[in-house]
């Protein structure tokens, strides 16, 4: 019998008790800041099964923000003290966020550690989202929030690969064409590894 989308996905990611420790080699990574330790970091990767047909939440955040403004993101954030691990501060920030209780999420694995231009070692939670979920996003942090078919991110023809120029230096960044809001940079890059894990898996 052929597995299901959501029985590779369950196989792709990396188990819990295997947690990623820093950025894999293997991971598109983001340009390195020299001479800079990056903090940790987590955010949620939330999958909704809605009949058998997976979708990925994501976030767009507000204008105003001094950093990353109107930017399509996970939700997620800065590790704190009191966070046990990548798993609370996921669940801890997306509550923050866009008000889904921890109760309705059901992390089952992650993705690569991916180090950002802005200082962050970030560990990618994978999680089930129960498809009765009511969104509340804070108003200050999140201008949107949306979900996008999870078959969009593998097909080949959706992602495109765009030259820009970041402190004087010529970089590449990821971007998948959709019909939303950009999804690129950093989301993207961590939608690619997520690709590329189901590629690999039978």
Not at 57 to 69: E, F, K
Not at 73 to 91: M, N, Q, V
Not at 94 to 107: M, N
Not at 182 to 192: H, Q, V
Request: hydrophobic share 40%; with cysteine.
């Amino acid at each position: 019998m052929t597995p299901s989308l959501e029985q590779r996905l369950a196989r792709a990611v990396r188990p819990l008790e295997d947690p990623p420790a820093a950025a894999s080699p293997e991971t598109e990574r983001m340009e390195a800041l020299e001479g800079r330790e990056h903090a940790a970091a987590a955010v949620l990767v939330p999958i909704i099964n809605r009949s058998g047909s997976l979708s990925v939440l994501l976030t767009r955040r507000t204008d105003h923000l001094a950093t990353h403004a109107g930017q399509v993101s996970f939700p997620g954030g800065r590790s704190e003290a009191d966070d046990a691990d990548a798993i609370a501060t996921a669940l801890r920030e997306t509550h923050e966020e866009v008000g889904i209780e921890p109760a309705l999420l059901r992390p089952f694995g992650y993705l690569d550690c991916l180090e950002t231009v802005s200082g962050f070692c970030v560990t990618p939670v994978v999680a089930w989202l129960d498809s009765g979920y009511s969104a509340r996003p804070d108003p200050h942090e999140v201008a949107e929030v949306f979900e996008v078919p999870l078959e969009l991110f593998l097909l080949p023809q959706n992602l495109r690969r765009v030259r820009i120029e970041y402190r004087g230096k010529p970089r590449e960044i990821l971007e998948f064409a959709h019909d939303g809001p950009r999804i690129w940079g950093a989301t993207a890059t961590m939608l690619f590894n997520l690709v590329r894990r189901l590629e690999k898996t039978p």
